[in-house]
């Protein structure tokens, strides 16, 4: 009786393994360009800066796309939304294998992206739907794990496919693993209001946990887009979260070209070897979330104390600095696997340092794209600036060096310049006059 119990209550967890394969299909189609970047380069004539643009061209329409489509999100549903975005970017992954120039690859690569921004904001709905409250951190977690899974799961596998293949095909085959995706999710997946394959104890305990009351005091103003614009600590947000893309989006992109040209290994072999780092980001990711949440009380976490293990992940993610000086490619793996790990705990600890800090609950959508878009804007210029450097100097020792020391600058943001609460002015005066509500009562 105990054990039927058990698994009735486990059935949402299809939904977070949903969510995982979501994140790893997105970033399997993200990551086959850069592994097949060599042989793609040779035929159809590509230098590095020209790689360097088209390596972050898919950001392009995923920092356009990202506010206008959480918006339809909201209007739409995630069910919906998600099946045609990643139509679409499935679609733009294998029309990306037809290419016969730069420029259509950068175009379908753009439509790639502007499809893979349903992504997140959808997720954040699932999870708000389907996950009881004391589960949204094993939620989370499942869905970020696809981001370096689906890297490990591509260098692994993409490398082998090229290589007997060709690179076209291995878009082709990327884009079409897309749709196997879309046909489980359109089949099993509805509201858990409308779904029949929980049991109705699982039912009652997800609608339950569901935040449907009305929010009061604080949690009822909005300071809106202009206001959080306003505020000093959502720039230093921003600022940092965009210096843990910079190195994220560094490696995602130019990481098998740089073992293959800079550590002479072979295409296998660079597969082989950007697996490891990325495998081991995840363990070190968890660990740090797990170190986040058990170290701090409510009482620190509401003066933004997580501020301190942000700017000590982030610093000691700036040792990719000393990759130039390192001969030996094993020690080199184990730099970058430390510095992947620091994005990616960077990037979890700074979408949870901002909801620490944010007064004014209704805001944490707005918040939160913005400190996205912060963080795409930098992951934007990572592949282009790499690729300049590159092309003038012939290494990749400035690049790596660059993204060490933009790491502590993102430290540095976070450690002096997210002290002050945001919208904390707005939630104060909402509280003053409930007080004096209260009296006058």
Not at 71 to 94: E, H, K, P, Q, Y
Not at 298 to 309: D, H, N, T
Not at 434 to 440: I, K, L, N
Request: proline share 3%; hydrophobic share 50%; aromatic share 12%.
């Amino acid at each position: 009786m105990e054990t039927t119990k058990t698994t009735r209550w486990r059935a949402r967890y299809w939904v977070y393994l949903m969510l995982f394969l979501l994140t790893t299909i997105n970033y399997l189609d993200r990551v086959v360009l850069s592994v097949g970047a060599g042989p793609l380069a040779a035929d159809l004539h590509v230098n590095k800066v020209q790689l360097g643009y088209l390596f972050s061209s898919f950001l392009w329409g995923y920092a356009l796309f990202l506010i206008p489509v959480g918006l339809l999100v909201d209007r739409f549903g995630s069910r919906s939304v998600t099946a045609i975005s990643m139509t679409v970017w499935s679609l733009a992954t294998m029309v990306t294998g037809a290419a016969t120039s730069a420029m259509g690859v950068l175009v379908s690569r753009i439509v790639m992206g502007a499809g893979e921004a349903s992504c997140y904001p959808s997720a954040a709905r699932i999870i708000r739907d389907w996950a009881p409250s004391r589960e949204r951190g094993v939620a989370m977690t499942a869905l970020n794990s696809g981001a370096y899974f689906g890297p490990a799961l591509g260098a692994l596998a993409l490398s082998w496919l090229i290589s007997i293949a060709g690179w076209r095909w291995s878009f082709a085959i990327c884009g079409g693993v897309g749709f196997f995706w879309i046909a489980a999710w359109l089949f099993f997946f509805k509201a858990p209001e409308n779904t029949r394959w929980i049991s109705e104890d699982e039912r009652e305990t997800i609608l339950r946990e569901r935040e449907t009351a009305e929010q009061t005091g604080s949690d009822s103003v909005s300071i809106g887009l202009t206001g959080l614009l306003c505020e000093r600590t959502m720039w230093a947000q921003m600022l940092t979260q965009g210096c843990n893309v910079y190195t994220q989006y560094l490696f995602l992109t130019w990481l098998p070209n740089y073992l293959q040209t800079e550590r002479g290994m072979t295409l296998l072999g660079s597969g082989t070897a950007m697996a490891i780092p990325y495998l081991g980001s995840i363990v070190i990711s968890m660990a740090l979330g797990f170190l986040s949440d058990s170290t701090l009380n409510p009482a620190a976490v509401e003066k933004g104390q997580r501020r301190r293990l942000v700017g000590a992940v982030m610093s000691a993610g700036a040792v990719i600095v000393f990759i130039p000086m390192i001969s030996n490619v094993w020690v080199v793996l184990g730099l970058i696997t430390v510095a992947l790990g620091a994005a990616s705990a960077g990037i979890a600890l700074n979408v949870a340092l901002l909801g620490d800090l944010l007064r004014t609950r209704r805001d944490i959508g707005r918040a939160v794209a913005l400190q996205f878009m912060g963080g795409n804007v930098f992951g934007f210029f990572a592949p282009i600036v790499t690729g300049y450097i590159v092309q003038a100097t012939g290494h990749f020792a400035a690049a790596i060096i660059a993204a060490g020391i933009i790491f502590l600058v993102g430290a540095m943001s976070a450690w002096f310049l997210t002290w002050k609460p945001i919208g904390a002015r707005a939630a104060g005066m909402v509280s003053q006059h409930a007080v004096a509500g209260r009296r006058m009562s």
